[in-house]
């Protein structure tokens, strides 16, 4: 059950996009359109907001979009806001030998 | 409103026991698989176990295979997590979350901390 690999921080201006990548393997996010992503803040519960590689869950913010390909999933955030600043976690279901993997997190700064 | 609120954390020493808890309301508890995600202070998440609707089907995950026991009880709308043999590394913050495919409801987390 190996973590999917995310880059440990990213950081972006006010109004820039950033792109913050998950990279699993062929057994989890090449296998399956069952990549969602979470916001977290701290000392809050992680809130759903990507799901299925690309949809977004009604009152999340379409400045948020996500994509894959082959064994990397993405996440984009567009017009970057000070709100935005989080940490941010992919996971992908794994089949039913691992059910479910999560990247290790990105803490995304707005500067 | 859909709503899940843990309980049953607290501090206990290594090798000691918890019960957590997962209360259920605002959506029909019985027709959801159910999962506990954890989150060890200043890391990332962790899924722990997954258990089917009727559970007929349940999951571990390694680091936890033998010594956590995932149950519910659909009558009460209730989800549990039965953790023997505590260790130092199981010091976590422990959600408990529906997942259609995506964990879409979270509780607020319940804190077991494990320490002498």
Same mark, same amino acid.
């Given at each position: 059950?190996?973590?999917?690999?995310?880059?440990?921080?990213?950081?972006?201006?006010?109004?820039?996009?950033i792109t913050i990548s998950c990279t699993?393997?062929?057994?989890?996010?090449?296998?399956?359109?069952?990549?969602?992503?979470?916001?977290?803040?701290?000392g809050k519960a992680p809130k759903l907001m990507i799901y299925e590689v690309s949809k977004r869950p009604s009152g999340v913010s379409n400045r948020f979009s996500g994509s894959k390909s082959g064994n990397t999933a993405s996440l984009t955030i567009s017009g970057l806001q000070a709100e935005d600043e989080a940490d941010y976690y992919c996971c992908s279901y794994a089949g039913s030998s691992s059910y479910v993997v999560f990247g290790g997190g990105t803490k995304l700064t707005v500067l | 409103e859909v709503q899940l609120v843990e309980s049953g954390g607290g501090l206990v020493q290594p090798g000691g026991?918890?019960?957590?808890?997962?209360?259920?309301?605002?959506?029909?508890? $019985? !027709?959801? +698989?159910?999962?506990?995600?954890?989150?060890?202070?200043? #890391? =990332?998440?962790?899924?722990? *176990?997954?258990? $089917? !609707?009727? +559970?007929?089907?349940?999951?571990?995950?390694?680091?936890? #295979? =033998?010594?956590?026991?995932? *149950?519910?009880d659909n009558a009460k709308n209730s989800l549990y997590l039965q953790m023997n043999s505590l260790r130092a590394e199981d010091t976590?913050?422990?959600?408990?979350?529906?997942?259609?495919?995506?964990?879409?409801?979270?509780?607020?987390?319940?804190?077991?901390?494990v320490s002498s």
């Amino acid at each position: 059950q190996s973590a999917l690999t995310q880059p440990a921080s990213v950081s972006g201006s006010p109004g820039q996009s950033i792109t913050i990548s998950c990279t699993g393997t062929s057994s989890d996010v090449g296998s399956y359109n069952l990549v969602s992503w979470y916001q977290q803040h701290p000392g809050k519960a992680p809130k759903l907001m990507i799901y299925e590689v690309s949809k977004r869950p009604s009152g999340v913010s379409n400045r948020f979009s996500g994509s894959k390909s082959g064994n990397t999933a993405s996440l984009t955030i567009s017009g970057l806001q000070a709100e935005d600043e989080a940490d941010y976690y992919c996971c992908s279901y794994a089949g039913s030998s691992s059910y479910v993997v999560f990247g290790g997190g990105t803490k995304l700064t707005v500067l | 409103e859909v709503q899940l609120v843990e309980s049953g954390g607290g501090l206990v020493q290594p090798g000691g026991s918890l019960r957590l808890s997962c209360a259920a309301s605002g959506f029909t508890f $019985s !027709s959801y +698989s159910m999962n506990w995600v954890r989150q060890a202070p200043g #890391k =990332g998440l962790e899924w722990v *176990s997954y258990i $089917s !609707s009727s +559970s007929s089907t349940i999951y571990y995950a390694d680091s936890v #295979k =033998g010594r956590f026991t995932i *149950s519910r009880d659909n009558a009460k709308n209730s989800l549990y997590l039965q953790m023997n043999s505590l260790r130092a590394e199981d010091t976590a913050v422990y959600y408990c979350a529906t997942y259609p495919g995506y964990f879409d409801y979270w509780g607020q987390g319940t804190l077991v901390t494990v320490s002498s």
